[in-house]
């Protein structure tokens, strides 16, 4: 097969980097350690069972390990999180690293050198989908250390990773479906490089993603839907009611449960992605994870022209509290999210105005 003249993701940054003359290449070389552990996940996902990757992971005949979350670990969360450390321990980029499958932060060996950045991701997202052969991802975000982290080498604290979304330098997200796809936004715009796994690169295949700003679908898992706050019922109740109800418009429905998946639809084709604040469990507000999940989507989706939110306010000027907090996420096309928010804002009103929402709620408890 000829070589296409398409650039690969080396070549990429190298041209991202003439931008900036003073850059050292540590910024690069982290990316391409992460895209290597992106590589390395990809494959043992495609081997599947083949490989022995499904299942829980712990010994057999024993209970399934669980994360500092409470979750079920699988094999292959445990493995790819394996992947994503050694893929990044050893370059000197790195001053320390946070995962969903580890408690606490990650400390650099004292064998290798210690750098500038720190990494925050979540290895697999979307695990639970693994056994059953549907599309999963990896989702990191890179910020930089605490100057006084980098001046001392010394151990990281969860604290120096307590950064709010604006002072993401990059973020991106590998997803395991068909094609293994490498999304990334280094703070100009965002692109998209498929693996050719032929040359087991990953290569532009596309420019600079934008997201409509409208859009007539949405993503929620409607099973949550008696502990959703009034916003959010009328928000889906108006979808629902389509071209008869006050949006005047049909609306299409999807939910994977793997929200990489989901921001990739997203990305390609517009929509709106709600897995917002509820009542479900008040030790728990929200589902998905701040550092690890929404902060590196909300800056993929306003580098791509969308909008990420927590429904209350802009999700990247969120000062997180905790490194595994956990938050309401809506994010997508920019004019959805907006209308959101407005309704989180005017909860009174809404119910006055709205006859659906109080006479015909399709969701009422
Ligand atoms: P993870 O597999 O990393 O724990 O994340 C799963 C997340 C996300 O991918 C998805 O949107 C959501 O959990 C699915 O939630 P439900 O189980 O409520 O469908
Ligand atoms: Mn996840
Ligand atoms: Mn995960």
Known sequence: ??????????????????????????FNALILDVALACKAIARAVAFGELGGMLGNHGAAGTDASVN??????????????????????????????????????????????????????DPLDGSSNIDVNVSVGSVFSILRAPQDVIDSGRDVTAADFLQPGTQQLAAGYALYGPTTMLVLTVGNGVNGFTLDPNLGEFKLTHHQIQVPADTQEFAINASNSRFWEAPVKR?????????????????????????????????????VFLYPRDTKDAAKPGRLRLLYEANPIAMLME???????????????????????????????KHEVERIERYHREPVAMKDNTPLFAERSLFRD
């Open 235 to 271: 928000y889906v109740d108006e979808c629902l009611a389509g071209r008869t109800g006050p949006r005047e418009q049909d609306f299409n429905m999807r939910w994977i449960a793997s929200m990489v998946a989901e921001a990739h639809r997203i990305l390609m084709r517009g929509g």
């Open 303 to 333: 580098q791509a022209g969308g909008r990420a939110s927590t429904g209350r306010e802009p999700m990247l000027g969120v000062q997180p509290t905790g490194l595994h907090q956990r938050i309401g996420l809506v994010f997508g096309s």
């Open 1 to 26: 097969m000829p070589l296409s003249r398409r650039s690969t993701l080396t070549q990429f940054l190298i041209e991202e980097r003439r931008r900036f003359p003073s850059a050292s290449g540590d």
């Open 68 to 121: 500092v979350q409470g979750e079920t670990q699988k094999k292959l969360d445990v493995i790819s999180n394996e992947m994503f450390i050694s893929a990044n321990n050893w370059g000197g980029h790195l001053a320390g690293m946070a995962s969903e499958e580890m408690d606490g932060p990650y400390q650099i060996p004292r064998s290798s050198p210690r750098g500038k950045y720190l990494l925050v991701f």
